[in-house]
């Protein structure tokens, strides 16, 4: 691919910025001050220890919680909301179980528009399984029934929640190269929050560090696509981060993030109407 292909392909996402956004819960405070830009089609990981403010941030980038101070903006614009434009997946597929899978993917869509359900399972390799139901598919079909949910609605920004954190080793590497093949297809800005520091490498262009809701670290990742896992450059970096991470010892307080309605922060959880957008 040209450069001049590269900057076209890339400006189909959105840039996302973030203006010293504040979130507080109780007297809790989860994120503080936190500055942020990303740019159009960029990927961008976000690892930290349980509750250091990682999820948060991205539920507030959802539109699915409010900052109590400091603004989000999407391509220069104050987002306070939803955002047709932006899809966020989750650990768990949330799939309707009384839908088949084609009608999961095409939930939100014209009837007129069906036909691009079919085509995107197509691009996660599940082509043959439209009329399937949801109880029938192993748990790495499920997500992918989800990202193509997600990707059906072409979306500028993919949010993605630890999606992958419940499957298995060899499925979350297949996983990978699927996400990593779409993203350079498609060209959408993604903001990966993962435990996982190898995860984080092979997939992101810059994997940030949060500890205590401060960004402690932005390390940009200057490896060609698809990601040797067993190279010398990538071990380095891997080990880099991963030891970042574990300089600061667990504490006590390093406790789940506060959650609402089904895991989600905030008290009453999102509306019906969030999951929308959420799924």
């Known amino acids: 691919m040209s450069q001049s292909e590269s900057e076209s392909h890339r400006q189909r996402g959105v840039r996302l910025q973030l203006r010293g956004v504040t979130k507080t819960f109780g007297d809790r405070e989860v ?3 936190t500055d942020l830009d990303v740019e159009p089609g960029e990927f961008v990981a976000i690892v930290g220890r349980s509750g250091c403010g990682k999820s948060t941030l991205l539920r507030l980038v959802a539109g699915l919680e409010a900052a109590t101070q400091g603004d989000i903006l999407l391509n220069q614009t104050p987002s306070t909301g939803l955002n047709p434009h932006t899809r966020i997946m989750f650990q768990d597929a949330r799939l309707l ?10 939930l939100g869509l014209p009837k007129e528009e069906r036909e691009k359900a079919q085509a995107v399972l197509e691009n996660v390799g599940l082509h043959d399984r439209g009329g399937d139901w949801p109880a029938n598919l192993s748990g790495g079909q499920r997500q992918r029934v989800a990202l193509a949910r997600a990707l059906v609605h072409r979306p500028e920004l993919l949010l993605l929640d630890e999606p992958l954190g419940a499957l298995d080793a060899l499925t979350r590497i297949e996983m990978h190269a699927l996400i990593e093949g779409l993203w350079q297809r498609h060209g959408f800005t993604a903001l990966l929050v993962t435990h ?6 092979a997939l992101a262009d810059r994997v940030l560090l949060i500890e205590d809701g401060h960004i402690a670290l932005d390390e940009r990742i200057a490896l060609p696509h698809p990601r040797e896992r067993g190279s010398a450059a990538f071990a380095a970096l891997e080990k880099r981060i991963l030891d970042r991470v574990l300089a600061r010892p667990a504490r006590d307080d390093d406790s789940p993030e506060p959650t609402g309605h089904d895991g989600d922060a905030g008290g009453s959880g999102p509306s019906p109407l969030a999951w929308r957008f959420a799924i």
């Open 31 to 33: 994120l503080h001050a």
């Open 97 to 106: 179980p009384w839908k088949p899978v084609l009608d999961n993917v095409a």
């Open 196 to 201: 996982d520091v190898q995860e984080a490498v």
